[in-house]
């Protein structure tokens, strides 16, 4: 997994930049290891620390917000399929192609979308085109125009009917709107120059810490464990940054609900 390797590459980073100024510390002039120029260092490092800590507590919250926001859209996702489901069901017999491919769909979007986990029984997994981008799938799309299409070809023979095909159709659209949102919040990434930026003065912390720190286990031991906490915490907002995938994924429970439902 490349969120894996990233965290560790930032580990071994931090680690080496700290173990460098460890190692050529007894090597600075006097005046360099001085304690004003100590204390100094130290100002300027607390500074540092705190501004990275706001930036990497913002970074933390606003991946997570993207997080929450992607599962609320699979959960109104998944509403609005039942209920489209339930008014092609109340709409009579002349509804059952339709409800069939709604049924496939779901099953189909499920398998593609949680490739990690077992997809449903009988459920089809197309393969992505070249143009797809993020989690956009040209083959799941086409399904559910042709979904549209068979319920603008619907020929109501009441009113009743009349109005069932008419909230049919506005909550197909509705659908279709929260499957694109849902497209495109999953597909935001963090900003690579801005991780690179973070990591960089990450790096000049940890140089800092190895510069005015003494020279024994307990310090060695500290620094170990500051920098794997720091490592882990950007691995989870790596992972949380790709909701469908890794580790940390979306639940796919109410897409799973919504399949039981059209189902049955």
């Not at 204390?39 to 606003?62: D, K, P, Q, W």
């Not at 489901?85 to 017999?93: S, W």
Request: hydrophobic share 50%; proline share 6%.
């Amino acid at each position: 997994m490349i969120e894996l390797s990233v965290s560790l590459v930032l580990l071994a980073v931090l680690l080496a930049s700290a173990w460098a100024c460890l190692s050529v510390q007894h090597l600075l002039p006097e005046p360099h290891r001085s304690r004003e120029t100590v204390e100094f260092v130290r100002l300027v490092n607390a500074m540092m620390v705190t501004f990275t800590a706001l930036v990497l507590g913002l970074l933390i919250t606003s991946v997570k917000a993207d997080f929450d926001g992607v599962g609320a859209d699979v959960r109104g996702f998944s509403i609005q399929i039942i209920e489209l489901n339930r008014l092609l069901h109340d709409y009579g017999p002349d509804t059952a192609p339709e409800r069939a491919l709604l049924r496939e769909y779901t099953a189909a979007a499920i398998a593609t979308t949680w490739t990690e986990e077992k997809a449903p029984p009988g459920a089809q997994r197309p393969a992505p085109s070249p143009t797809d981008t993020g989690e956009e799938n040209s083959a799941l799309g086409r399904m559910l125009e042709q979904i549209g299409r068979m319920l603008r070809g619907l020929q109501p023979s009441d009113p009743a009917q009349r109005l069932l095909a008419a909230q049919a159709r506005t909550r197909f659209e509705s659908l279709m709107e929260r499957r694109w949102r849902l497209i495109e919040d999953s597909s935001s990434q963090i900003s690579v120059p801005f991780y690179l930026v973070m990591v960089f003065w990450l790096v000049v912390i940890f140089a800092s810490f190895g510069l005015s720190a003494p020279r024994n286990m307990l310090v060695y031991v500290t620094i170990l464990l500051c920098a794997i906490s720091i490592a882990s915490a950007v691995f989870v907002t790596l992972e949380m940054s790709t909701p469908f995938g890794g580790f940390v994924t979306v639940s796919s429970a109410p897409m799973r609900d919504a399949l039981a439902h059209v189902g049955g």
